[in-house]
């Protein structure tokens, strides 16, 4: 059975930080391309960045230069490092592992940016 748990989020100031944990089971990590999503309180989900199994990244224009993405294969994890965070990124952040036209998801963590 394949898991992705994510971790990580809560309530945080504009400006703060946060680090998103994606923990794997069921699959190894390092065979897939993993990538976050968010979901803004009544808006549609939207991606945020990707790395690949060669560890290249891509990002949302919304959050290039302040989100950083990164995965550990050992740990069969992957993480969202959040820098800078401003109102518009509360949203429920959603782990995502792709290979081919198989694809997983976590069942999300929220994260609330608010003074």
């Known amino acids: 059975q394949v898991q992705l748990v994510e971790s990580g989020g809560g309530l945080v100031q504009p400006g703060g930080s946060l680090r998103l944990s994606c923990a794997a089971s069921?699959?190894?990590?390092?065979?897939?391309?993993m990538a976050w999503h968010r979901q803004p309180p009544g808006k549609q989900r939207e991606w945020v960045a990707t790395?690949?199994?060669?560890?290249?990244?891509k990002y949302a224009d919304s959050v290039k230069g302040r989100f950083t993405i990164s995965r550990d294969n050992v740990k069969n994890a992957a993480y969202m490092h959040m820098n800078s965070l401003k109102p518009e990124d509360t949203a429920v952040y959603y782990c995502?592992?792709?290979?081919?036209?198989?694809?997983?998801w976590g069942q999300g963590t929220q994260v609330n940016v608010s003074a």
């Open positions: 069921g699959i190894i990590a390092s065979n897939y391309a």
């Open positions: 995502k592992a792709v290979r081919d036209d198989r694809f997983y």
């Open positions: 790395i690949t199994t060669g560890g290249s990244t």
